[in-house]
């Protein structure tokens, strides 16, 4: 008597046990289910390759600050200026060119018709 009591509550628990399994596996399968876990997944994605893209243009700005400081040291533009070489010469005037004397040529008409040699 004690077994067949034992067997019926043994197999009253698996069903139990199988009956919660099925269930929770078709309300993950539901489409609403679905389409949240791909949103879940699409957003922590999202997360991920911001931070691997914030990271990498953190880097690329350091690794410019870098190059340019070397580049300015290797050429000299962090060096002190004067102000003297800093200033802009005196524009020139027309009487300090000298007078405007063209020179006794033919010139001859040059046609620009791409189609005349074809």
Not at 30 to 46: F, I, M, R, Y
Request: zero cysteines.
């Amino acid at each position: 008597m004690f077994r067949r009591t034992f067997w019926f509550t043994a197999g009253a628990a698996a069903g139990v046990w199988a009956t919660t399994k099925v269930n929770r596996t078709l309300k993950r399968l539901t489409p609403e289910s679905l389409a949240a876990q791909a949103a879940d997944k699409a957003v922590e994605a999202g997360h991920k390759l911001k931070d691997r893209a914030v990271g990498f243009a953190l880097d690329v700005r350091a690794n410019m600050l870098q190059r340019e400081a070397e580049l300015g040291e290797a050429l000299g533009l962090d060096a002190p200026v004067d102000e003297q070489d800093r200033a802009l010469p005196a524009p020139r005037r027309r009487a300090e060119l000298g007078p405007r004397t063209t020179p006794n040529t033919t010139t001859y008409s040059l046609s620009y018709n791409r189609n005349e040699d074809h």
